[in-house]
């Protein structure tokens, strides 16, 4: 079971940039069926000025998962959150729409064989 986060704009159907999410919806994907399932949320305890990009305190909130779903991210903050084991998937639209492209694209790599 890996968790997945995707950072969120307050009307929680919209993925914004890392840097300045309020919080981070978290699912829990079964790479072997390909569910997925709503976990819980995380708010980043960072300012929630709307000019605020605070990505240290968004990376700390989400340290223990596998995937981070943004819009945008910084170079710097993109680095760190890979150096924690994370991997970074920039795309942008709605959650159920990023969701659906997630797991087809994961359905299609298992179905690779390599020689």
Do not use: Q
Request: charged content about 40%.
């Amino acid at each position: 079971m890996e968790k997945i986060a995707i950072a969120v704009r307050e009307n929680g159907k919209k993925v914004e940039h890392f840097g300045k999410c309020e919080y981070f919806i978290i699912y829990k994907y079964d790479e072997k069926t390909h569910d997925i399932e709503y976990n819980n949320v995380i708010y980043s305890s960072k300012s929630h000025d709307t000019d605020s990009e605070e990505w240290e305190k968004s990376a700390d909130s989400i340290d223990g998962v596998n995937i981070v779903i943004c819009e945008k991210i910084g170079l710097k903050a993109k680095a760190e959150v890979e150096r924690r084991g994370i991997k970074v998937i920039e795309s942008e639209g709605f959650i159920e729409d990023i969701l659906d492209d997630f797991i087809n694209k994961e359905i299609k790599k298992d179905k690779v064989i390599l020689p």
